[in-house]
T-cell receptor, first 113, second 112 residues
């Protein structure tokens, strides 16, 4: 059974804190993604990675950074959390040979106070 | 105008009803069309995938793509309470995951 796991289901942080969200996949997928999901806006791509140590900006990278030191792990970093980063964060992965199905993690609901 | 539009609902139907969920889009270059289902407090999971125009059927689910009208639909026959979820459409020009454009989702409730 394929699996994408995220380190936390719920997280509450204060404005200005540094926040780490971790994602691990066990499918040996090359490509990994970080999205945020907000009501009425759908999923918006923050960053993606197509290989270890490789990263590309998505549609809304401002205020975020990422790290991919190992193939199975993709981390999203909020350098200085702000209230407008309160959202649901979803990690996904996909294999290069079958691009039509992204496998999603359960999501992390982040609240920044 | 948003690239992909979807009625957010909520849509409530009685068990056994036929459900029609729809998305419209503006980019005529989209060729790959997907429907994802997202249960509460879970990540989305792929339900249907269609390339270009036409219909695709999988059990109680039928996906339709009308590229001339820039309109896609998901039909659910004999709807069940277990179908209650948010349904997201997604589409792409080139089938690379980073280029998927997602609709905001329609929340469906199937009442027993």
């Amino acid at each position: 059974d394929v699996k994408v796991t995220q380190s936390s289901r719920y997280l509450v942080k204060r404005t200005g804190e540094k926040v780490f969200l971790e994602c691990v996949q066990d499918m040996d997928h090359e490509n990994m993604f970080w999205y945020r999901q907000d009501p009425g806006l759908g999923l918006r791509l923050i960053y993606f990675s197509y290989d270890v140590k490789m990263k590309e900006k998505g549609d809304i990278p401002e205020g975020y950074s990422v790290s991919r030191e190992k193939k199975e792990r993709f981390s999203l970093i909020l350098e200085s959390a702000s209230t407008n980063q309160t959202s649901m964060y979803l990690c996904a992965s996909i294999t290069s040979s079958n691009n039509n199905e992204q496998f999603f993690g359960p999501g992390t609901r982040l609240t920044v106070l | 105008q948003k690239e992909v539009e979807q009625d957010p609902g909520p849509l409530s139907v009685p068990e056994g009803a036929i459900v029609s969920l729809n998305c419209t889009y503006s980019n005529s270059a989209f060729q790959y069309f997907m429907w994802y289902r997202q249960y509460s407090r879970k990540g989305p999971e792929l339900l249907m995938y269609t390339y270009s125009s036409g219909n695709k059927e999988d059990g109680r689910f039928t996906a339709q793509v009308d590229k001339s009208s820039k309109y896609i639909s998901l039909f659910i026959r004999d709807s069940q309470p277990s179908d209650s979820a948010t349904y997201l459409c997604a589409m792409s020009e080139d089938n690379y995951g980073q280029n998927f454009v997602f609709g905001p989702g329609t929340r469906l409730s199937v009442l027993p």
